[in-house]
Each structure stands twice: as C-alpha cells, then as structure tokens.
T-cell receptor, first 114, second 117 residues
Framework: AQKVTQAQTEISVVEKEDVTLDCVYE???????LFWYKQPPSGELVFLIRRNSFDEQNEISGRYSWNFQKSTSSFNFTITASQVVDSAVYFCALSGGNTDKLIFGTGTRLQVFP | NAGVMQNPRHLVRRRGQEARLRCSPMKGHSHVYWYRQLPEEGLKFMVYLQKENIIDESGMPKERFSAEFPKEGPSILRIQQVVRGDSAAYFCASSLRPPTVTGNTIYFGEGSWLTVV
C-alpha cells in the first residue's frame, strides 16, 4: 500500500529562519513520483516540484531546496530565509506504478512571523 | 488564464439539495481528476476521467456522488441530496497525457468550497 506521512502538523518560525518540512513515504512500486504542493490561505494548490524515483539528486530553486533519500524513503523540503509569504500548508504527495493518482500526506502548516 | 478553472469557488447548499461543481481542464488536457479535502485533512482521490469515460472511480462514495467529462464542455462532479458531511473543498486537476511509466505533472484548480447548512 502507498502512504505519505508528514509528521509535523504545524511549524512556526520567525522570518529569515530556515525551516525543513519532513515527508516520509511508503510504496512497493519501483517507479514512483514525489510531489510538493503549497496551499496558501487563499486555498488554491500550487505545484512546487515533481521528482522521480530514479533521480536522487537534490534540487534547489531559489530559496527552496529538496532532499530526496531513497534509503530512508524521505523527500524533505527546506525553505531558506523564510518569509511571511511562505506561510501556507504544504503537502507532500506520491504517485506510483502506471497511475497519476496522488496519495497526499496530511500537510504541514507553516506560519512565518515577522 | 490557461490554468485549471473551477466554478463555483464557493457554494452553499441546504441538506437534501444537489451540488454541481464544474471543472475546465488546462488547454489541451483531456485527463481530469477530482479530489476532496475535508477540513484539516489532506486531499483524497475521488475519480479519474478521460473524455466520455470514467477510468477509475475507486475513491468515489458509492451513493449520491457522480462525475462526468463529456466530449464537449467541462467535467462535472455532482452530489445529490447533500449532507453536512459533504462540506469540503473539492479540487479538480488535469494532465496532458494518460498515466505512463514516466509520470505526469498534475495541475490543480483553485478548488470549490461546498458548505452544507
């Protein structure tokens, strides 16, 4: 069975702090994909990244970086120098096999205070 | 706006009424997914449709819920005889290609918030 666990329910930081959001997944598929989405207070879901199971290179996009480690089944997301606009709920998700059906974690609510 | 368009954004229904949620996928996309987000929870898959076909409805409640994606027009998620427990955000997503071993990026709409009073 597939499962995504985001153990951190809520994180609060002060602006300019770095913050890491954890994501642990379970799957029996040999080929799978991992995603992060951001849900700001306005409610929409914003796509951040998609990573396939064969690519363990870390990725950096501006202040965002992702650390994919198959050995620990984790796909963690770090925001460097956080800003108030980063305040949102962040979801990690997994799809596998020959399907695009996404399995979501329960989300981590990040609050960045000025 | 070439993104996934959902309407209405907010919908209030009394218990027993019908709710219809619409989704126009991104331009060129012919694969649509519906997800439900209950309060304070993550999103749960409901149904996957291609034009005129329901491919996977394993996440749909057995009763009162139905979905369609006609040849012309938007995809519709229909909830009959709504109950308070149906209050949730309903998200539509689309992709360009059918599921493949190389995977697709799934783009979501802004969601439709249903409140049943």
């Amino acid at each position: 069975a597939q499962k995504v666990t985001q153990a951190q329910t809520e994180i609060s930081v002060v602006e300019k702090e770095d913050v890491t959001l954890d994501c642990v997944y379970e799957t029996r598929d040999t080929t799978y994909y991992l995603f992060w989405y951001k849900q700001p207070p306005s409610g929409e879901l914003v796509f951040l990244i998609r990573r396939n199971s064969f690519d363990e290179q870390n990725e950096i996009s501006g202040r965002y970086s992702w650390n994919f480690q198959k050995s620990t089944s984790s796909f963690n997301f770090t925001i460097t120098a956080s800003q108030v606009v980063d305040s949102a709920v962040y979801f990690c998700a997994l799809s596998g096999g020959n399907t695009d059906k996404l399995i979501f974690g329960t989300g981590t609510r990040l609050q960045v205070f000025p | 706006n070439a993104g996934v368009m959902q309407n209405p954004r907010h919908l209030v229904r009394r218990r027993g009424q019908e709710a219809r949620l619409r989704c126009s996928p991104m331009k060129g996309h012919s694969h649509v997914y519906w997800y439900r987000q209950l309060p304070e929870e993550g999103l749960k898959f409901m149904v996957y449709l291609q034009k005129e076909n329901i491919i996977d409805e394993s996440g749909m409640p057995k009763e009162r819920f139905s979905a369609e994606f006609p040849k012309e027009g938007p995809s519709i998620l229909r909830i009959q005889q709504v109950v308070r427990g149906d209050s949730a955000a309903y998200f539509c997503a689309s992709s360009l290609r059918p599921p493949t071993v190389t995977g697709n990026t799934i783009y979501f709409g802004e969601g439709s918030w249903l409140t049943v009073v």
